[in-house]
């Protein structure tokens, strides 16, 4: 089993559409959780940084943390095709930048 | 302020050669990370430099090293290229030794074929 686990997709949806990305871990150290976003030939670009579990808010995007069941999800409210890329949850124990662990991406298009 | 700037951007090699990778961190970073990123896959830590020496390491084998410039930049050498080398290569710049992920800043990355 991997550490952290997350759907490939790939995910279609029209533009407007709501989008839910997920992922499940299985280590439960992990406290710091992140969003990655990867256009194609681009390196990742953070999205959302949370800690511990609760909800975050940024103008269309939501993260979300459960830690008793080991999940977290990112919701894309009011999709557009500009947020067609694949989407990298990572997470660490420590705040720190040097033992993040990675799902594998969950690539997205929004369709116009 | 520029970001991080990576060489080359793509390059083949045959097995068993060596590569080096070029990263140029963000202006004001002072410490570099290396991701593999396999195609399909999420990137996994290579190893860190900070002040020119490695500070943290993932599960990779010696063969993977690096170096550390007095200007921050920084440089991943290969050797003894394998097959599952072939990978697209992240070099991501932070502002200080153990920053948090929310200031990581990657670049676009080098994609490596190895035949």
């Known amino acids: 089993q991997k550490e952290v686990e997350q759907d490939p997709g790939p995910l279609s949806v029209p533009e407007g559409a709501i989008v839910s990305l997920n992922c499940t871990y299985s280590n439960s150290a992990f406290q710091y959780f992140m969003w990655y976003r990867q256009y194609s030939r681009k390196g990742p670009e953070l999205l959302m940084y949370?800690?511990?579990?609760g909800n975050k808010e940024d103008g269309r995007f939501t993260a979300q943390v459960d830690k008793s069941s080991k999940y977290i999800s990112l919701f894309i409210r009011d999709s557009q095709p500009s947020d067609s890329a694949t989407y990298l949850c990572a997470m660490s124990a420590l705040d720190n930048n040097n033992d993040m662990r990675f799902g594998a991406g969950t690539r997205l298009t929004v369709k116009p | 302020e520029t970001g991080v700037t990576q060489s080359p951007t793509h390059l083949i090699k045959t097995r068993g050669q060596q590569v080096t990778l070029r990263c140029s961190s963000q202006s004001g970073h002072n410490t570099v990370s290396w991701y593999q990123q396999a195609l399909g896959q999420g990137p996994q830590f290579i190893f860190q430099?900070?002040?020119?020496?490695e500070n943290g390491r993932g599960n990779f084998p010696p063969r993977f090293s690096g170096l550390q410039f007095p200007n921050y930049s920084s440089e991943l050498n290969v050797n003894a290229l394998e097959l599952d080398d072939s990978a697209l290569y992240l070099c991501?710049?932070?502002?200080?030794w153990g920053s948090g992920a929310n200031v990581l800043t990657f670049g676009a990355g080098s994609r490596l074929t190895v035949l």
């Open positions: 949370t800690y511990s579990s």
């Open positions: 991501a710049s932070s502002p200080r």
């Open positions: 430099y900070y002040r020119e020496e």
